[in-house]
């Protein structure tokens, strides 16, 4: 079993920057991916980005390109997020998945474990 934990979400107003963490517990894998998405009220759970474990493929989604950078270490993943603007607004969600591969999977369905979500509010 795989336990995921997110922290570093708060309150911030436009322009600002802040980093979400992912730590990782339990089995460890070679060649998964894990991958960042968010939820706004009202809205469907959209990916972010992501990136697999041991190849280090990159994806983001239009929105978060050029602003956000995903990156890790041994057990966390990170989610560097810099010019925040009010529609970043949302419920942040890591995940990961157990399935080798060497692209970046974007679908929610292709996720095998979820964290509880970290509240990201941004005010203009």
């Known amino acids: 079993q795989v336990q995921l934990v997110e922290s570093g979400g708060g309150v911030v107003q436009a322009g600002a920057s802040l980093r979400l963490s992912c730590a990782v517990s339990?089995?460890?894998?070679?060649?998964?991916?894990m991958g960042w998405f968010r939820q706004a009220p009202g809205k469907e759970r959209e990916f972010v980005a992501g990136?697999?474990?041991?190849?280090?493929s990159l994806a983001y989604s239009s929105s978060a390109k050029g602003r956000f950078t995903i990156s890790r270490d041994i057990t966390t993943g990170y989610l560097q997020m810099n010019s925040l603007k009010p529609e970043d607004t949302a419920l942040y969600y890591c995940a990961v998945s157990r399935t080798k591969t060497t692209v970046v999977p974007s679908r929610r369905s292709e996720y095998d474990y979820w964290g509880q979500g970290t509240q990201v509010t941004v005010s203009s």
């Open positions: 990136m697999t474990w041991s190849s280090g």
């Open positions: 339990g089995r460890t894998f070679t060649g998964f991916a």
